[in-house]
């Protein structure tokens, strides 16, 4: 039984398999789109909410440096990444790695976990943007029909038409092809990323000296009860961690950190990359610093311009803006949140799908689902079904408690991808590496630590959920998964990997 659950994946074979006519996907895209693509999936509503929610209950104008704080975690993974996406260039992203390094049931179970986190977070973005969508709509006198908004509080059954649209939109933009998803993506990424540097230009000028006193607050900031303490740490280790002073920088940390949800995606498209050796470690740590700097100055400006106990938790910059008597730019700014939230939604679904194609190819999900496109050269079966059903999801269910399920799905990806980083060391030095992680083990032992610590933040609810999914999991691959794989049927090369994560 071990030595099919740990089965290994050589890396020369999942290389061959990219080149199978019928699966093999069109080779379209350069550092610069990486980056783009990068750029467009981290910087979301993120930085237009969450900046307020930390000041106001966590950090105070400190919240730069919880920032800095999560960007280093988030640069640990993804020096990992980086690894593994230029030596392993194909499409599925920590799946991928998974089976090359520790087997085919943790590459399973790693599957499994991205297909419900991109899931989730296309449907929980899409929501989002329908939500800045109809409140400009709201702004300009036009209505939507409760039946047909955002069902969040609403005291009618309804179905979100503009999220369900969205998603649909984007889903046949994805097949028609790459090159026009990261010509989209890098037009609307220009209209965000202005966005985002108005607000940091012009609310300099507005910046007050007196309301950076104190920078680290040394007492609990809001009125007792809104508190972001774990109720898992708790059952774990009988304290919380505070949420105030030096260690509420740590806390908001593990709250900003999923502002930068969404460079991992990007490893995602190493199979449609030109120069995956090249291009990938520079469009996933390019596009993390862009947004980490973004993200530093947009929290100095805010707290600079309007005390951090007055913030906003709804719309901290656009009320900012308000308190200061420049309303021009709340409107401004929310139709910027509009605007970037397509890309977003875009690049996870585009993720998803490369994550369900490649686990397909490999024979985990049914072959019918790796075919490309004849024209196009897209995984489009896998494309068309997952837009619909994601479509329908943001259409009918509330998913606001469930949102928390996509950033515990992002930190277990970031630790497997880790210990992956160090296993390969071992077992495959002979491969070649255009990129390599530095301080190898003690990158990536760190990366695990900075992950799970945060993980440990997350509420208990989000764990239960999170372990009922996996369940699920378990369950379809001992009833299918195992024994449809191309290793069990050795289809996927003459010799049979060895057991304990080592190749033949």
């Known amino acids: 039984m071990s030595s099919t659950l740990f089965r290994t994946k050589k890396v020369e074979q999942s290389i061959l398999d990219t080149e199978e006519p019928e699966h093999a996907l069109k080779k379209s895209l350069s550092a610069l789109d990486l980056t783009v693509f990068g750029v467009g999936v981290i910087i979301g509503t993120g930085i237009f909410v969450l900046t307020g929610t930390v ?22 993974a993804a020096l990992c990444y980086a ?19 520790l087997g085919e049931l943790p590459a399973w179970i790693i599957g499994w976990d991205l297909v419900l986190e991109f899931a989730l977070g296309t449907a929980v973005v899409a929501v989002g943007w329908s939500g800045y969508i109809q409140s400009l709509m709201d702004n300009a006198g036009w209505n939507m029909p409760a039946a047909l908004g955002s069902r969040e509080g609403a005291d009618v059954f309804g179905f979100d038409i503009l999220a369900a649209a969205l998603v649909l939109v984007l889903t ?4 028609i092809g790459m090159k026009l ?10 209209i965000k990323v202005t966005v985002v540097l108005v607000v940091i230009i012009a609310g300099a000028f507005l910046i007050k000296g007196d309301n950076y006193d104190p920078f680290i607050p040394k007492e609990q900031p809001v009125e007792a009860g809104a508190s972001l303490d774990s109720p898992l740490i708790q059952l774990m280790f009988g304290w919380a961690p505070s949420n105030f002073g030096v260690m509420g920088i740590f806390t908001a940390a593990s709250v900003v950190f999923f502002a930068f949800i969404g460079f991992d995606v990007v490893a995602t498209a190493a199979e449609e990359t030109k120069n995956p050796q090249r291009d990938m470690p520079r469009g996933i740590l390019g596009s993390l610093v862009i947004c980490t700097t973004l993200y530093v100055l947009v929290s100095i400006v805010v ?5 951090y106990s007055e913030l906003s938790v709804d719309a901290p910059l656009a009320d900012a803006f308000k308190a200061t008597g420049h309303p021009w730019y709340a409107g401004f700014i929310s139709f910027g949140a509009a605007v970037g939230l397509t890309t977003v939604c875009m690049i996870l ?29 897209t995984p489009h079966r896998p494309t068309i079904l997952l837009g619909v059903i994601i479509a329908v999801l943001a259409g009918f269910t509330p998913l606001t408690e469930l949102a928390a399920l996509v950033n515990i799905g992002t930190l277990f990806a970031f630790v497997v991808v880790a210990i992956g980083v160090i296993i390969l060391r071992k077992s495959r030095p002979d491969l070649p590496r255009s990129f390599r992680t530095p301080w190898v083990p003690v990158v990536p032992i760190l990366s695990v630590c900075a992950s799970l610590w945060l993980m440990i933040n997350l509420p208990a609810e989000t764990w239960v ?6 369940a699920v999991g378990f369950l379809v691959y001992f009833l299918y998964g195992r024994t449809h794989s191309r290793l069990a049927r050795g289809e996927a090369g003459k010799e049979q990997p060895s057991a304990g994560g080592g190749t033949a």
């Not at 046949?172 to 097949?175: D, Q, S």
């Not at 998803?181 to 220009?190: C, H, Y």
């Not at 707290?303 to 005390?307: I, R």
């Open 55 to 76: 000041a106001k209950n966590n950090a105070g104008p400190a919240t730069a440096l919880a920032f800095v704080a999560a960007g280093v975690a988030c640069a640990l």
């Open 181 to 190: 998803s990261a010509r989209i993506t890098s037009i609307v990424v220009a």
């Open 465 to 470: 959920r999170f372990a009922i999914w996996m």
């Open 303 to 307: 707290t600079g311009m309007q005390h």
């Open 172 to 175: 046949a933009i994805l097949v």
């Open 83 to 101: 690894e593994f996406a230029s030596t392993v260039p194909v499409a599925g992203s920590a799946y991928t790695f998974s089976y090359a390094s």
């Open 349 to 377: 679904l585009l993720g998803q799908t490369r994550v369900f194609f490649a686990m397909s190819r490999d024979g985990l999900l049914p072959r019918f689902f790796s075919h490309v496109h004849p024209r196009f050269k």
